[in-house]
Structure formats: C-alpha cells, structure tokens
C-alpha cells in the first residue's frame, strides 16, 4: 500500500468518525428536544412555549447581530494556527478570540439591557416584559462566551469533544427546564435560559 493511498483511507476514516460522532450526537438532541417540549406544553401551557420561543428568538438575533460571522473566521484561523505547529501564534490567537468574545459578550448584554423596553414593546406590543427581556443579556454573554471555547474545540479537530459537548448540553437542558417549569410554571422560564447559558459555558470550559 503506497503511503499516499494510506493516508486518503486514514483521512476517510477520521471524516467517518466525525460524522457518526455528531450524527449520534444530533439524534440524541432531537430526542432531548422532543422531550422538553413535551414537559414545557405540560407545565408552562401553549402561551409559556410561545414565550420561550420568543426569548429565544431576542436572544439569536442579538448573537446573530454581535457575532458576525465570527466564529467562523476565528476556526478558520485557529485551525490555520494550530495546525503550523507554532505554539506562539496558535496561543496569540486564542488570546485574541478570548478577548474578542468577551468584548462582543458584553456589548450584547448591554444592547440587551438598554433596549428591552423597545424590544419589549416590538415584540409583544407591551413594556411588561422589558426586565425579563434584560436578563437575557447575561445569557447573550455567556452564549457568545461559550462559542470562543467552541470554535477552540472545532479549529482544532476536537469533533469528539463537540459531539460530547451538544450531548451534554442536550441532556442538561432537559433536565434544568423541566426542573424548573414544573416548579415554577412560566416564571420558571427566564432561570432556565439563564441556568442554560451558564452551565454550556462550564461545559466548554471543561471539555
């Protein structure tokens, strides 16, 4: 066998259990997923989900807003560094992806915070729900702090540890948001997020 043929089967084989790796990983999610749903329909009723829903919603379009393709470019270049074998640039990198994902982290928060009346009143046409919206500016830092420490794991080839991470997370949403809404209902519904973000974050940290 020539060393190039050797090393394509070798390469086929990595991408092979990449795939199965996050393929298991996402059907497990859907499962996660279907689950809470079900739990959330239960204890928080039809208008609790679509609540949910929309707080979701605020806080994707807010990282959607601050990120800017990002996260992309920073494994892209983490990648590039890392696979130079130069120590220097690949820790100059992550230095500069850590700082750029708490700076970004934090200007969501405050976007978040200042404009929740506004947002409140655009999306629900009231200011009643302005302070549960602010709260979810810490979910919008530690989200976009959590997604510097994944692109780490992705620009350096760590597929099995993402695939860890999406099953952990899957699992520990499930368990947080359904603690909380048959505990508390709908007020249980902004913890949960915010329990979410937080717990992702120590999860990538760790991983």
């Known amino acids: 066998m020539t060393k190039e043929s050797s090393h394509e089967k070798s390469l086929n084989l990595t991408i092979l259990k990449s795939s199965s790796y996050m393929g298991i990983a996402s059907a497990l999610n859907v499962i996660f997923g279907l689950i809470r749903v079900k739990f959330a329909a239960l204890y928080i009723g039809v208008a609790g989900v679509g609540l949910l829903t929309n707080y979701r919603v605020i806080q994707t379009f807010v990282m959607s807003l601050i990120g800017l393709g990002i996260r992309q470019s920073a494994v892209r270049d983490i990648a590039s560094s890392f696979s130079s074998k130069d120590k220097a640039i690949f820790a100059e990198t ?114």
């Open 94 to 207: 992550i230095t500069y992806l850590r700082v750029l994902t708490v700076i970004l982290g934090v200007l969501g928060a405050l976007l978040v915070y200042f404009f929740s009346p506004k947002i409140s009143y655009l999306v629900f046409n009231t200011f009643e729900y302005a302070s549960q919206i602010s709260l979810l500016g810490v979910a919008v830092l530690f989200a976009n702090l959590t997604g510097g420490y994944l692109a780490t794991i992705q620009g350096t080839g760590g597929t099995k540890n993402l695939a860890i991470f999406n099953v952990l997370s899957g699992m520990f949403n499930l368990i947080i948001s359904v603690s909380l809404f048959i505990n508390f209902g709908s007020r249980g519904i902004i913890p949960s997020i915010l329990s979410i973000a937080i717990v992702e974050f120590c999860l990538a940290i760790f991983l």
